[in-house]
């Protein structure tokens, strides 16, 4: 098929919208102590429910197989948690969604990236343009493997860290 990307909200996504994608890509940001954005406050409380779901089935079913009961399987994700290191929970949601998800059965595309809003703007930006040329250049790679040519950009070379959380 052909490739496409698609950007939504985090609110509304359910574990069933990853799924349904082989590589999922968030740039989420973390509040307080912590938590999660109010648009991602459902979509973590979905993700926490399944991963006790699938634990317990898995501990009540001894099943050998753990992988056929995980629904992120087959599904890669790469997160750029923004934060502040002045505050206790630094990037803690992005680092705990992306623990959740591996725990679901996903497999990390690349380390989740830590964005640092104390270190400035511009350093917070350079560390964001990092994280997205690595993901743009594995998407060229994933498609030459294929034998398609990735189609030429017209979006502006700089990048603009978006305040509210988007899943990719």
């Excluded at 102590?33 to 001894?62: F, I």
Aim: with cysteine.
């Amino acid at each position: 098929g052909e490739s496409c990307c698609v950007v939504r909200n985090m609110n509304g996504i359910g574990i069933k919208d990853l799924a349904m994608h082989k590589r999922v890509y968030i740039i989420c940001s973390t509040f307080g102590c912590g938590r999660p954005p109010r648009d991602g406050e459902l979509l973590y409380a979905h993700v926490q429910l399944e991963a006790m779901r699938c634990t317990v089935n898995l501990e009540d079913l001894s099943i050998d197989d753990e992988e056929e009961e995980k629904p992120l399987v087959g599904t890669s994700v790469a997160i750029a948690a923004l934060g502040s290191t002045e505050f206790a929970g630094y990037a803690k949601f992005g680092l705990d969604l992306t623990n959740e998800l591996v725990s679901l059965g996903a497999s990390l595309a690349l380390k989740t990236s830590t964005v640092d809003s104390r270190n400035g703007k511009s350093e917070q930006e350079r560390i964001f343009q990092q994280w997205e040329s690595t993901i743009v250049q594995m998407e060229k790679e994933r498609l030459m493997e294929k034998g398609k040519p990735m189609l030429p950009t017209t979006r502006p070379r700089s990048s603009k860290i978006i305040p509210s959380s988007e899943a990719v």
